[in-house]
C-alpha cells in the first residue's frame, strides 16, 4: 500500500510541475507577443500606481528618456544624474572589495581564457548576491534619478531583479557568450544600468548597441546566428548583425570613469571584449513584475516599506500598505 501512495504522490508531483511548466510557457509566450496583456492586464497594478503617482521628471531626465525611447540606450554620467555623492560610496565600496578578494580575481584572471561561461570575467558580489536595501549596491540602482527614468521608459512600476559589480579581464580568445549579438531573454522590455568604475575606452570592450532594435524601435528583422552550446542562447557576429543593422549606425558606449549607460536590453547589443585594459563597473537590471525569469540574488526578509511606492515595489514590497 506505502508504494502505491508513494507511486501516487509522485504521478501528482509530476502532473503539478507539468502543469506549472504549460502555464509558464503561455504566459511567457503572450508576454512575448501581446503588448497590451502584457501591460494592461498581467502589469495592470504597476502599470495603474504609475498613472497615478507619475514621477516629474527633470530636464536632463527627459532628455535620457528620450534617447531610450528613440533609440533604446542612453549615455550619461554620474554629474547629469546628480549621483556624485552616491558614486563616490559605491566606488570606495568596490575598491573595499577589490582588496579583499585580491587573490580571488588573480585566480579568475589566470582563468580567464579557459573555455567556459563567460571565465572572462569575475561577479564580485557572487553570482547571487544578497538584497539589502541598505546596502550601496542596492541603494544606487534605486536612487530616484535612476528609477523614474526607468519607471516612465517602461510606464509602469518596476522591479528590481538583478545587481553586481562585474570585473572584465583583457583577453585574445575569439569573442564567445555575451560578447557576441544577442537580445536578453528576461521580460518584453528589460532595463539595464551600466556604471564604468574604470575608463572604459574601445580596447575595454564597451557595451556595443544596435539602435532600433529595442521594443519602441519596431526594427522586426533579425540577424543570422547560431546556438551557443550549453545554453542554447542566439549569438550574432559582427557581419551578421551588419546585415540588419549597418556598422556605421552602432552605439559604441565607450566614456571615463563615471560614465552612466543605460540600455533596453531587449534591442540587440554585446559587449566585454577587452582587450587593451580590465574593465570594471556596476550593474542593476529591472523588469516588469511578471518576468517569467527568477530574481538573480537572495532575499533577506523583510523588506521594508517605504514612502516612496515606487522603491517600495521595486523591492517587491507592498506599496498599498
Known amino acids: 500500500m506505502s508504494d502505491v501512495k508513494g507511486i501516487g504522490t509522485t504521478i501528482t508531483a509530476l502532473w503539478l510541475r507539468a502543469t506549472h511548466l504549460r502555464r509558464s510557457v503561455r504566459l511567457r509566450t503572450r508576454i512575448y507577443q501581446d503588448e ?61 572589495l577589490a ?66 559589480v562585474w570585473h572584465n579581464f583583457s583577453t585574445h580568445s575569439p569573442p564567445r557568450n555575451s560578447q557576441l549579438w544577442h537580445r536578453d531573454p528576461e521580460d518584453r522590455y528589460i532595463m539595464k544600468v551600466f556604471v564604468y568604475l574604470s575608463d572604459v575606452t574601445e580596447g575595454a570592450g564597451p557595451l556595443t548597441y544596435a539602435p532600433g532594435t529595442h ?17 542554447g542562447a542566439a549569438r550574432s557576429t559582427d557581419d551578421q548583425m551588419s546585415i540588419v543593422v549597418p556598422q556605421d549606425r552602432w552605439i559604441t558606449a565607450s566614456g571615463p570613469k563615471g560614465t552612466v549607460v543605460i540600455a533596453d536590453t531587449r534591442g540587440y547589443h554585446k559587449g566585454g571584449l577587452a582587450r587593451d585594459r580590465d574593465r570594471i563597473l556596476y550593474t542593476c537590471m529591472f523588469t516588469s513584475q511578471v518576468s517569467p525569469y527568477p530574481e538573480y540574488f537572495e532575499r533577506k526578509p523583510p523588506i521594508p516599506i517605504y514612502a516612496d511606492r515606487a522603491l517600495t515595489f521595486a523591492l517587491d514590497g507592498d506599496p498599498t500598505a
Open 36 to 96: 497590451r496583456y502584457w501591460r494592461y492586464v498581467a502589469n495592470f497594478k504597476p502599470w495603474l500606481m504609475y498613472r497615478l503617482f507619475r514621477p516629474t521628471l527633470t530636464h536632463r531626465q527627459r532628455g535620457i528618456l528620450d534617447s531610450l525611447r528613440r533609440h533604446g540606450i542612453a549615455i550619461t554620467t554620474v554629474e547629469d544624474l546628480g549621483a556624485q555623492e552616491a558614486f563616490h560610496e559605491l566606488d570606495a565600496a568596490v575598491s573595499t
Open 99 to 164: 582588496a579583499t578578494m585580491s587573490s580571488t580575481i588573480t585566480h579568475a584572471r589566470q582563468q580567464a581564457e579557459a573555455s567556459g561561461f563567460k571565465t572572462y570575467l569575475v561577479e564580485l558580489l557572487s553570482p547571487r548576491p544578497t538584497l539589502d536595501p541598505t546596502d550601496i549596491f542596492v541603494r544606487f540602482g534605486l536612487q530616484p534619478a535612476i528609477l523614474n527614468v526607468v519607471n516612465s521608459y517602461f510606464g509602469m512600476y518596476v522591479r528590481l531583479r538583478a545587481f553586481n
Open 215 to 231: 521594443g519602441l524601435g519596431g526594427m522586426t528583422s533579425r540577424p543570422r546566428f547560431s546556438r551557443e552550446p550549453g545554453t
